[in-house]
């Protein structure tokens, strides 16, 4: 019986284990790029579709501590799987980061990034996923082909 009890308690603390560490995983540089890819591809072939997806919080385009979100170059959001209030405004190119000291118009440089080079990365301060303390974040533009979108994706320090 205190064998059986033991082994539970093993279990179930393995089990708890393997939660806190699927939580704290990280998304990579090469996932960012990859996901981005994959939104774009599928904004091509059904944009509705894909804007959907792309602002599910439990969707394909979320992973780890990372998401898509997005944009078109006028600087409108189209889809954020965990600020949805921002698709709600007409223009956040006059928005700044989370950085009290220094803030940054990233949506700006995004719109920038993608109508000029068309892919590229950012870095300023935002908040990750469900939290309000703003971390370091770098972000993966990629502004899709033969249309005025752009997707990113990016990784917190």
Not at 97 to 120: C, Q, R, Y
Request: charge should be neutral; glycine fraction near 8%.
């Amino acid at each position: 019986m205190r064998r059986t009890a033991t082994l539970i308690v093993a279990l179930l603390f393995l089990s708890l284990t393997g939660v806190v560490f699927a939580a704290g995983e990280r998304a990579t540089v090469s996932e960012c790029i990859e996901m981005t890819k994959n939104a774009a591809a599928m904004l091509q072939q059904n944009p509705e579709a894909a804007l959907a997806e792309i602002a599910k919080r439990d969707g394909k385009f979320v992973w780890k501590d990372s998401y898509v979100f997005a944009m078109d170059l006028k600087g409108k959001m189209l889809a954020h799987p965990f600020m949805p209030g921002l698709t709600k405004m007409d223009s956040l190119l006059g928005t700044p980061d989370k950085n009290p000291k220094t803030p940054k118009m990233l949506f700006a440089e995004f719109v920038l990034l993608a109508g000029s080079e068309g892919e590229g990365w950012v870095d300023y301060m935002w908040p990750k996923p469900d939290s309000a303390e703003p971390s370091i974040k770098e972000t993966y533009i990629y502004r899709v082909p033969g249309t005025s979108l752009l997707v990113g994706a990016g990784i917190y320090r």
